[in-house]
């Protein structure tokens, strides 16, 4: 069971738009912890999408956008592309744990 | 460019130990923290040490804490886990990755992982 919960599926027909949420607690995400954002196209690596809440590393497309609320933070994908189909982590820090980086469960993004 | 290389994974017995080794190039990897995260066979991803760039205080999940040991050497561009004790369900590919920001940490470059099995 994550510290960070996500769904474990969203799905979503090309062109529409879909969100993804990541649910945490005041120890992570409610202590101002930022969030970060992760992709992993199927047999590969994971690859940073979002870092800072809201930010885009260069090469990432706008269509791609993220939030952050209280104990809450959301990525969305406009514009569905077959080849968003991916899983999608998001992470985050904890104070109660030792080390403390913790990442979301996963959620598997189906473009149908 | 940016590379991240890992290395050292295999089929282990339970109890045993491995090490694995991640390379890196393309950038200065002494101003860098570093980590390590696995991903067991259909599970998601799990942060498992992370170590600063001087190797004064290095970071582990509880999970294998006591058993792995992370180091670095900046005179070899090099990250390293050892990991002791082994059990079956330390059996995940394991990914190194550099280190952004401060505080809440991501991850910002990764390797493409290297498998490590452990079974009888």
């Known amino acids: 069971q994550s510290i960070l919960t996500q769904p474990p599926s969203v799905s979503g027909a090309p062109g529409q738009r879909v969100t993804i949420s990541c649910t945490g607690s005041s120890s992570n995400i409610g202590a101002n912890y930022d969030v970060h954002w992760y992709q992993q196209l199927p047999g590969t690596a994971p690859k940073l999408l979002i870092y800072g809440n809201t930010n885009r590393p260069s090469g990432v497309p706008d269509r791609f956008s993220a939030s952050k609320s209280v104990t809450s933070a959301s990525l969305a994908i406009s514009g569905l592309q077959a080849e968003d189909e991916a899983d999608y982590y998001c992470?985050?820090?904890?104070?109660?744990?030792?080390?403390?980086?913790?990442f979301g469960g996963g959620t598997k993004l189906t473009v149908l | 460019q940016v590379q991240l290389v890992e290395s050292g994974g295999g089929q282990v017995m339970p109890g045993g130990s491995l090490r694995l080794s991640c390379v890196v190039s393309g950038f200065t990897f002494r101003d860098y923290y570093m980590s390590w995260i696995r991903q067991a066979p259909g599970k998601g991803l799990e942060w498992v040490s992370l170590i600063d760039t001087g190797s004064r205080w290095p970071n582990y999940a509880d999970s294998v804490k006591g058993r792995f040991t992370i180091s670095r050497d900046n005179a070899k561009n090099s990250m390293y886990l050892q990991m002791n004790s082994l059990r079956a369900e330390d059996t995940a590919v394991y990914y190194c990755a550099r280190v952004h920001g401060s505080g809440s940490y991501w991850m910002g470059r990764w390797g493409q992982g290297t498998l490590v099995t452990v079974s009888s």
């Open positions: 992470q985050s820090y904890d104070n109660t744990l030792s080390g403390s980086v913790v």
